[in-house]
């Protein structure tokens, strides 16, 4: 199992960028799919973004596509999320994941962060 450890939330004003930072331990790390998702009050985790363990393949729900992007260091064991043109509806709690092997839609990671808070502001 990976553990993951998320930081770089915060607040700001809507238009804004934040860079959120997953650092992983665990000799496993350069094998899995990382990822991130978000979870605002009262509503469900939902799915953000994913990297193949090459960062050769990313993938983003419509929601941020063209404003987030996912990033991986291998030898640093961290994975990035950049977000610019922040909206007040991104504000959410962020948690950091990691895919036993290969990312896919329909697979639920095997390890999970402790999350990371992120409000914007209007």
């Known amino acids: 199992q990976v553990q993951l450890v998320e930081s770089g939330g915060g607040l700001v004003q809507a238009g804004g960028s934040l860079r959120l930072s997953c650092a992983a331990s665990?000799?496993?790390?350069?094998?899995?799919?990382m990822g991130w998702f978000r979870q605002a009050p009262g509503k469900e985790r939902e799915f953000v973004a994913a990297i193949s363990w090459s960062g050769g393949y990313t993938y983003y729900a419509d929601s941020v596509k063209g404003r987030f992007t996912i990033s991986r260091d291998n030898a640093k064991n961290t994975v990035y999320l950049q977000m610019n043109s922040l909206k007040p509806e991104d504000t959410a709690v962020y948690y950091c994941?990691?895919?036993?092997?290969?990312?896919?839609?329909?697979?639920?990671?095997?390890?999970w962060g402790q999350g990371t808070q992120v409000t914007v502001s209007s």
């Open positions: 994941a990691a895919w036993v092997g290969a990312y896919r839609p329909e697979k639920r990671p095997g390890s």
């Open positions: 665990g000799r496993t790390f350069s094998s899995n799919a």
